[in-house]
């Protein structure tokens, strides 16, 4: 396709309303499938970071027990 000018481009023979709400929700759906399991796997690692953390806590405190 060929448009004569940018403002034609962009209207799309009366159509552009619809094609760049299409364009904007496929970008708004495709950046969700990217950052939801990012997000999801960072927060993973930050709880299992804590989990090992307490453990070594507890592990401590027991080991500190049983030596007395």
Do not use: N
């Given at each position: 396709?060929?448009?004569?000018?940018?403002?034609?481009?962009?209207?799309?023979?009366?159509?552009?309303?619809?094609?760049?709400?299409?364009?904007?929700?496929?970008?708004?759906?495709?950046?969700?499938?990217?950052?939801?399991?990012?997000r999801?796997?960072?927060?993973?690692f930050?709880?299992?970071?804590?989990?090992?953390?307490?453990?070594?806590?507890?592990?401590?405190?027991?080991?500190?027990?049983?030596?007395?």
């Amino acid at each position: 396709m060929q448009f004569d000018s940018f403002s034609d481009f962009l209207t799309m023979g009366g159509h552009g309303v619809y094609v760049w709400t299409v364009y904007g929700i496929a970008l708004l759906v495709l950046s969700a499938l990217v950052i939801t399991p990012l997000r999801r796997d960072r927060r993973f690692f930050v709880e299992q970071s804590m989990l090992l953390r307490r453990d070594r806590t507890v592990d401590r405190k027991t080991t500190d027990i049983d030596s007395e």
